[in-house]
């Protein structure tokens, strides 16, 4: 009678623990998406920096402790991804609308990019913000800013390769640390994108796409991080 009983919990556990086991991982597997979901990476300290803004003052990354902001290279006369990645940002700041926010625009073609220019150029695209600087300064300064903050500029001794630039954006704090969300595999993405594509995943760049998933993203973090 002992033995049939020990058998029959032998058995029970065989088919408990398991169980229990499998319901851990995944109670553990949703635990750990929620957190990816929620929290944002830290990538690094944003590099220090310190330019002439379109209203001829300088600007820093300590100008720019206690905001929110993001930080991108772009010139004023660049015929292509410039005109979207700012077009994204202004939807972005509209939708912000908090004087906690801000927006850091690096010309890669300062000699072009006077103050002058810039504050015309931030006139057309309607710039409301006083957060918003388009920034000027010295192209191997500029160069050096953003090998620093790991976005692509290209060589400014290249002549057919030095206004080549990224479309991606640096997400940063109000500590100062630049920040990210993670992907679906719970990787950081580190940057954000500043392009449209053609098909929601954001796949395929495309000028006149009518997505911008990374935008959307970036509304989302910035709220989370302006809490």
Known sequence: MKNNIK?????????????????LLVVGISLGRSYFRKNLY???KV????????????ISNKDMLGKVYLVEFFYSRC??????????????????NDRDFGIISVSIDPTHDTPELLKDHARML????????????????????????NIYVGDKEDE??????????????????????????????????????EEPEGKIPN????????????????KKLLQ
């Open 7 to 23: 058998r029959e919990q032998t058995h029970r556990n065989k088919i408990i623990i398991p169980l229990i086991v499998i319901a």
């Open 42 to 44: 830290t990538v690094m």
């Open 47 to 58: 590099p220090e920096f310190k330019l002439t803004d379109q209203n001829s003052k300088k």
């Open 79 to 96: 015929p292509t991804i410039c005109p979207v990645m700012n077009s994204n940002m202004k939807y972005i700041e509209s939708q912000i």
């Open 126 to 149: 309607g710039v409301k913000s006083a957060n918003w600087h388009f920034l000027t300064g010295d192209r191997t300064y500029i160069d050096n800013m953003a090998d620093q903050f």
């Open 160 to 197: 057919a390769e030095s206004l080549n630039h990224s479309g991606m954006i640096a997400l940063v704090d109000k500590k100062g640390n630049i920040r990210s969300r993670f992907d679906e595999n719970n990787m950081p993405i580190l940057y954000y994108s500043g392009l449209n594509y």
């Open 207 to 222: 000028l006149r796409g009518k997505y911008h998933p990374d935008r959307e993203k970036l509304i989302e973090d910035i």
